[in-house]
Nanobody
């Protein structure tokens, strides 16, 4: 059973930075994409960033220019560098591996809390 383990969340002041990390506990093959989602209290889950095995990236408009996704598909790791953080970035952040040919389809991490104070 593959698990994704996240780390790097915490409390930071507005304007600060955090780096989230996510690592797969086992081998995952045929990954089509790695993503970061977030969910704030009372809000729907939002797709924040995506990276493909080929290195193509895509970002939500709300984080463009501030967040950077990176990762190594072969090593089963994905990162999210978050700069110029705003209180509106406060949420639980989840990493996912999209593996459409697997039984699970998409693997999720347990989530890590990011809190940005004014």
């Amino acid at each position: 059973q593959v698990q994704l383990v996240e780390s790097g969340g915490g409390l930071v002041q507005a304007g600060g930075s955090l780096r989230l990390s996510c690592a797969a506990s086992g081998s995952i093959t045929n990954v089509d994409a790695m993503n970061w989602y977030r969910q704030a209290p009372g809000k729907e889950r939002e797709l924040v960033a995506t990276i493909t095995p080929g290195g193509d990236t895509k970002y939500a408009d709300s984080v463009k220019g501030r967040f950077t996704i990176s990762g190594d598909n072969a090593k089963g790791t994905v990162y999210l560098q978050m700069n110029s953080l705003k209180p509106g970035d406060t949420a639980v952040y989840y990493c996912t591996f999209y593996v459409p040919r697997s039984r699970a389809g998409r693997y999720w991490g347990q989530g890590t809390q990011v809190t940005v104070s004014p």
